[in-house]
Nanobody, 123 residues
Framework: QVQLVESGGGLVQAGGSLRLSCAAS????????MGWFRQGPGKEREFVAD????????NYADSVKGRFTISRDNAKNTVYLQMNSLKAEDTAVYYC????????????????WGQGTQVTVSS
C-alpha cells in the first residue's frame, strides 16, 4: 500500500500564491511518477500537472501553464505544486496521486490517491 498526505492548502486572495506538498510513504516502488489533480465545487476532477521520477519531464493543464510549477524531492519522497497568480477558478480540493514511471500521455492511470487539501481563492 501507498499513503499520500497532502498539505499546504488554505485561503488566499486572488493574485496570491500557495505551495502544496504531498508526502508519499509505503510501498511506492523504486521509481514512480506523480501528479496533481483538483476538483472544484460542482465539477469533475481534472488533471493539473504531472512529473516524472527524475523530474526532467513535466506536463500541465492549459489552465495552469505559466502559473503553476510541479517539482519533487525524491530524498523526501515529496512532490510540490507551486501555485502563483491564483484565480477564483482555482478554488478546489487538490489531490496528489502516484503512477508507474512510464512516459506521460493522456491515458496514464494513477494507482494511489491522497485525501486532498482545500484551496480557496477569494476574489
Amino acid at each position: 500500500q501507498v499513503q499520500l498526505v497532502e498539505s499546504g492548502g488554505g485561503l488566499v486572495q486572488a493574485g496570491g500564491s500557495l505551495r502544496l506538498s504531498c508526502a508519499a510513504s509505503g510501498r511506492t516502488g523504486s521509481t514512480y511518477a506523480m501528479g496533481w489533480f483538483r476538483q472544484g465545487p460542482g465539477k469533475e476532477r481534472e488533471f493539473v500537472a504531472d512529473i516524472s521520477w527524475s523530474g526532467g519531464s513535466t506536463n500541465y493543464a492549459d489552465s495552469v501553464k505559466g502559473r503553476f510549477t510541479i517539482s519533487r524531492d525524491n530524498a523526501k519522497n515529496t512532490v510540490y505544486l507551486q501555485m502563483n497568480s491564483l484565480k477564483a477558478e482555482d478554488t478546489a480540493v487538490y489531490y496528489c496521486a502516484v503512477r508507474p514511471p512510464e512516459p506521460y500521455n493522456d491515458y496514464v492511470e494513477y494507482d494511489y490517491w491522497g485525501q486532498g487539501t482545500q484551496v480557496t481563492v477569494s476574489s
